[in-house]
Antibody
């Protein structure tokens, strides 16, 4: 059974960087069959897939076009976790952020982190 | 980008059958997945690849697809099934490949 545990601040100032981490147990971030995703949910935009990282003999990333210029998802093999960085945030980035595993669907989810962008 | 449309709400009496639809252009060419989300909780995958159930999901949850509409059916509805339900597809040709539906609130009367 895969478990995902999220950590990171719940309040970020406008123009700063949102940073979250997702620790994995029950699987490996370096698995050749898994993918590790970040998804957010807000009342105004619903669910929005942001991007993923995965290992297939080398590391790959896919990002949604809406955040591609601002997002970085990185694996950390030493800690078996992956991270989200979203730069230059605005109040529109206020949402509950989830990490999730899965290639084309999302079978395991983190507990969610409400991130508020406000000064 | 690809759009998935769901009815905002469905009401059903206990023991009856709830049907939640998800419409999308040529949705039959894609694999449809369904999630249950209760207030304050993360989503739970209840159906994947149109009609398969993950381990631990009751047989009361089933999925089907016909034409441009996918349907999640909940048989013998229980009070604990009250939740929001979302469909989802992966549109690999899109710049926003992970697409979710608008969500349906299921109320158990």
């Amino acid at each position: 059974q895969v478990q995902l545990q999220q950590s990171g601040p719940g309040l970020v100032k406008p123009s700063q960087t949102l940073s979250l981490t997702c620790a994995i147990s029950g699987d490996s971030v370096s698995s050749n069959s898994a993918a590790w995703n970040w998804i957010r949910q807000s009342p105004s935009r619903g669910f929005e897939w942001l991007g993923r990282t995965y290992y297939r003999s080398k590391w790959y990333n896919d990002y949604a076009i809406s955040v591609k210029s601002r997002i970085t998802i990185n694996p950390d093999t030493s800690k078996n976790q992956f991270s989200l960085q979203l730069n230059s945030v605005t109040p529109e980035d206020t949402a509950v952020y989830y990490c999730a595993s899965g290639w084309t669907n999302f079978d395991y989810w983190g507990q969610g982190t409400l991130v508020t962008v406000s000064s | 980008s690809y759009v998935l449309t769901q009815p905002p709400s469905v009401s059903v009496a206990p023991g009856q059958t709830a049907r939640i639809t998800c419409g999308g252009n040529n949705i039959g060419s894609k694999s449809v997945h369904w999630y249950q989300q209760k207030p304050g909780q993360a989503p739970v995958l209840v159906v994947y690849d149109d009609s398969d159930r993950p381990s631990g999901i009751p047989e009361r949850f089933s999925g089907s697809i016909s034409g441009n509409t996918a349907t999640l059916t909940i048989s013998r509805v229980e009070a604990g099934d009250e939740a929001d339900y979302y469909c989802q597809v992966w549109d690999s040709s899109s710049d926003h490949p992970g697409v979710f539906g608008t969500g349906t609130k299921v109320t158990v009367l």
